[in-house]
């Protein structure tokens, strides 16, 4: 590889890396909100209610994990499909949107309703037999089941409007849903004494308005995407949840790890070793947000290659994950070891009390689980997307439980609560042996790259002698791009004419870019310029990081006489066949066929 390619080569990684960083504080703050509540919540518990509330936020754990898994389900699912028709078929992400909402609030309805039935029968004994536990609990769930539906219906919005570059609106909603949590919190507990029950109800109401601040965005009619009921496709809704299951095994099969942790931990332990998990639990939530912030960035960037068939951006969402991510996930597990007792002072003052020992120990060894955690959930979001079936269903069940039951059922007894934080770092271990294998068996041979575990199909898109890729980022290199473009298309034995407007087209809309967008603002900008021969298809994609332009719009003001600059691309947009733009998650990206 020469110097000139190496360089285009981290143009254009950079183009994806800056994408890739920008797009996840918006997607970890939804996460951390949550947690961050879920430690208001707690701090609240342990230090106003008592040390049994604890327990009883820690037995609402397993429900906690199913009404996440029903929403990344909804959501996975939606960003497979946008993707896939975002270049196919842009009018059917209208269904999508549509059957995506009705579908999340129908189960969010139904589950409120079951768990409301559950507290007010005692059906919760399934969880534990024990008072006042019990009854706290079914208190906490009778306050949640109110904000059930806004919850998993909010996380469906704040997704489709990350999609539409909405950052502001999600990140207001965030904050406020926050605020309000913990005014109500503050209110509902320390000035009415409502217990639990006041703790799941201030969650509730902060999640409604979560939803309300994300919804007046669509009523308003403000969205690309919009709620249509009578335009709707009802065959869009298993498909939805056929791509979306296989991301939310791992959190349907940790509700049942929960479980059984839970019970090993209360025969071998007892409700102390509980109190110390959901401590730690709690303010690691917050963290966790990183790792998994990072999963939802790439679901979607993963999603969006595999609809373009670009094998190269594919592989360099996963190693921009996998390097440049993992270096800040190492750097705060770092942090959180060190800091593991004024973190503990946070829930429990006094060290001579059991459960001060057993969290101190939570929070040294379960963050050392993250690292690994980082690996197998991408893979397994990597595997989602791609529909490599027997990966994406197997990994999610050893991640999200097979790996930490297997290794808690030998440990606990012997380690006891060691034993559990211990069983999460080995369960990285089996997982991240889980993928190595599964790419052996797809290669024939070990894999010696990120690439080769992959184990990316030899048909999925174009091949290195099938595509060219550039990078621009001034007008001297502008100047060159047709010569290199009509060479390609010379060498593929593409006709001439079609060749010369390939040119043409690459040069034009790239100087046009240059020229207007690169002098918008101070910021550093660059171009991404991919040109594919498959088939009897020329296609080529324009992409950059400068401010929203629609370009087929100052095509249609030259096609009416209204201007005469700019008339290379009146001539390009002629001779294609099919051009279409969109603003997608900040990026303008135009696409041409020839």
């Known amino acids: 590889m020469t110097g000139s390619e190496k360089q285009q080569k981290a143009e254009r990684y950079k183009l994806l890396t800056g994408l890739f960083f920008r797009l996840l504080p918006y997607q970890i703050l939804l996460i951390v909100i949550n947690a961050v509540n879920g430690i208001v919540d707690s701090l609240y518990a342990s230090n106003v209610i008592g040390e049994k509330a604890m327990s009883a936020i820690g037995l609402y754990g397993p429900l906690n994990h199913f009404l996440y898994a029903a929403g990344i389900m909804l959501v996975s699912g939606s960003q497979i499909l946008y993707g896939r028709y975002l270049v196919q078929d842009r009018k059917r992400i209208h269904s999508i949107f549509t059957v995506n909402i009705l579908v999340s609030l129908g189960i969010s309805v139904l589950t409120a309703g079951v768990m409301v039935l559950a507290a007010l029968t005692n059906l919760t004994r399934v969880f534990t037999e024990q008072q006042p536990e019990l009854q706290m609990l079914n208190q906490y769930m009778l306050g949640q089941a109110i904000g059930i539906p806004a919850l998993i219906v909010g996380q469906q919005l704040f997704a489709f409007l990350s999609l539409e570059n909405q950052t502001r609106r999600t990140m207001t909603a965030s904050i406020l849903c926050f605020l309000v949590n913990a005014i109500l919190d503050h209110l509902f507990i320390a000035v009415f004494s409502l217990g639990t029950f006041g703790l799941g109800l201030s969650s509730a109401l902060a999640s409604w308005v979560f939803l309300g601040i994300q919804a007046v965005y669509y009523i308003k009619g403000r969205s690309e995407w919009k709620f249509t009921p009578r335009a709707c496709r009802w065959s869009d809704a298993p498909e939805i949840c056929r791509l979306g299951y296989v991301g939310a095994i791992s959190r349907f099969v940790e509700m049942f790890r929960c479980l059984i942790v839970n019970f090993l931990v209360l025969r071998y332990v007892g409700s102390v070793g509980l109190s110390s998990f959901a401590a730690s639990n709690a303010l690691l939530a917050v963290i966790w947000a990183v790792p998994f912030g990072m999963v939802a960035v790439s679901r979607m960037l993963f999603s969006i290659s595999i609809g373009e068939s670009d094998r190269r951006s594919l592989v360099d969402v996963m190693r921009i994950a996998l390097t440049r991510g993992m270096g800040v996930m190492l750097c705060i597990v770092a942090l959180l070891v060190l800091l593991a007792e004024p973190l503990t002072q946070l829930f429990y003052r006094d060290p001579a009390n059991p459960v001060y020992h057993m969290t101190v120990m939570g929070f040294r060894l379960l963050p050392l689980c993250m690292p690994l955690a980082m690996v197998s959930l991408h893979f397994a979001s990597y595997a989602q997307t791609m529909e490599k079936k027997p990966l994406s269903i197997v990994l999610p069940v050893i991640d999200g439980a097979g790996g930490v039951v297997l290794c808690s059922l030998i440990l606990i007894p012997l380690m006891q609560m060691n034993g559990l934080y211990l069983s999460n770092i080995l369960n990285g271990v089996i997982c991240f042996a889980v993928v190595a294998l599964f790419a052996r068996l797809a290669l024939k041979r070990m894999p010696r790259s990120l690439e080769d575990l ?141």
Not at 520 to 526: G, L, V
Not at 528 to 552: E, Q, S, W, Y
């Open 454 to 594: 992959m184990a990316i199909p030899e048909s999925f898109g174009a091949s290195e002698d099938e595509r060219m890729d550039l990078s621009v980022r001034s007008m001297d290199e502008v100047i060159a791009i047709s010569g290199q473009v009509m060479e390609f298309c010379r060498k593929r034995g593409i006709d001439e004419r079609r060749a010369y407007y390939a040119g043409l087209c690459m040069e034009e809309m790239a100087g046009n870019v240059v020229q207007h967008g690169f002098t918008k603002d101070r910021k550093a900008h660059s171009i991404d310029l991919r040109i594919v021969h498959k088939g009897n298809d020329v296609i080529m994609r324009i992409r950059d990081n400068c401010t929203a332009f629609n370009p087929t719009e100052r095509a249609s003001a030259l096609e009416l006489g209204d201007d005469f600059r700019n008339i290379g691309i009146h001539l390009a947009f002629r001779a294609a066949s099919r051009v279409s733009y969109q603003n997608l998650l900040g990026l303008n990206v135009l696409t041409i066929s020839i």
